[in-house]
T-cell receptor, first 116, second 114 residues
Framework: GAVVSQHPSWVICKSGTSVKIECRSLDFQATTMFWYRQFPKQSLMLMATSNEGSKATYEQGVEKDKFLINHASLTLSTLTVTSAHPEDSSFYIC????????????FGQGTRLTVV | AQSVTQLDSQVPVFEEAPVELRCNYSSSVSVYLFWYVQYPNQGLQLLLKYLSGSTLVESINGFEAEFNKSQTSFHLRKPSVHISDTAEYFCAVSENNAGNMLTFGGGTRLMVKP
């Protein structure tokens, strides 16, 4: 299957700082990428859908000014958690849809964010 | 709106024993069903999916799942597990068969013991 690489795998940051998470499709072009969040012992929840070259679509309850998503190329989407707080500590995971062919989503390995 | 419930957060089992990971869903429309597996430090990988046709679907590594519409379930089974099956398993539903707009369950950690 296609490969999506997410970086970093884990990050610890101080409260009030910003953190950027990268999601790269290594062997396919992803016109659409999805960002999910998983709190401990809870489901993966869709945060937003990003399309290359346009603004992301956020799910209800997700603050677009706090979770900045950029999808400037067909192989890279970034999620920036701005002014992070301890309650933002979570597992963030992205997935990408190939530009052509099979529309199955391929997932990155996820990023564990801990805000202290 | 859709929701997915995985009743067991952890399932410990001895090697070569059978296992069932339970998944129930609710939806007001027809859905498509998926099981994903996440091995340590890796991304989610599609294990198997039900889109239409036969309600029993199989994966290449011996897992199978049966779609039961009346019970709104899609339980995952394997008759004999291996140590290498130790992973987190996620059940998911989608309103489209491409599997890209997914609603996930909370996950079940399968722990296979020697």
């Amino acid at each position: 299957g296609a490969v999506v690489s997410q970086h970093p795998s884990w990050v610890i940051c101080k409260s009030g700082t910003s953190v950027k998470i990268e999601c790269r499709s290594l062997d396919f072009q992803a016109t659409t990428m999805f960002w999910y969040r998983q709190f401990p012992k809870q489901s993966l929840m869709l945060m937003a859908t990003s399309n290359e070259g346009s603004k992301a679509t956020y799910e209800q309850g997700v603050e677009k000014d706090k979770f900045l998503i950029n999808h400037a190329s067909l192989t890279l989407s970034t999620l920036t958690v701005t002014s992070a707080h301890p309650e933002d500590s979570s597992f963030y995971i992205c997935s990408g849809i190939p530009h052509l062919g099979n529309t199955e989503a391929f997932f990155g390995q996820g990023t564990r964010l801990t805000v202290v | 709106a859709q929701s997915v419930t995985q009743l067991d957060s952890q399932v410990p089992v001895f090697e070569e024993a059978p296992v069932e990971l339970r998944c129930n869903y609710s939806s007001s429309v027809s859905v498509y069903l998926f099981w994903y597996v996440q091995y340590p430090n890796q991304g989610l990988q599609l294990l198997l999916k039900y889109l239409s046709g036969s309600t029993l679907v199989e994966s290449i590594n011996g897992f199978e799942a049966e779609f039961n519409k009346s019970q709104t379930s899609f339980h995952l089974r394997k008759p004999s597990v291996h140590i290498s099956d130790t992973a987190e398993y996620f059940c998911a539903v989608s309103e489209n068969n491409a599997g890209n707009m997914l609603t996930f369950g909370g996950g079940t950690r399968l722990m296979v013991k020697p």
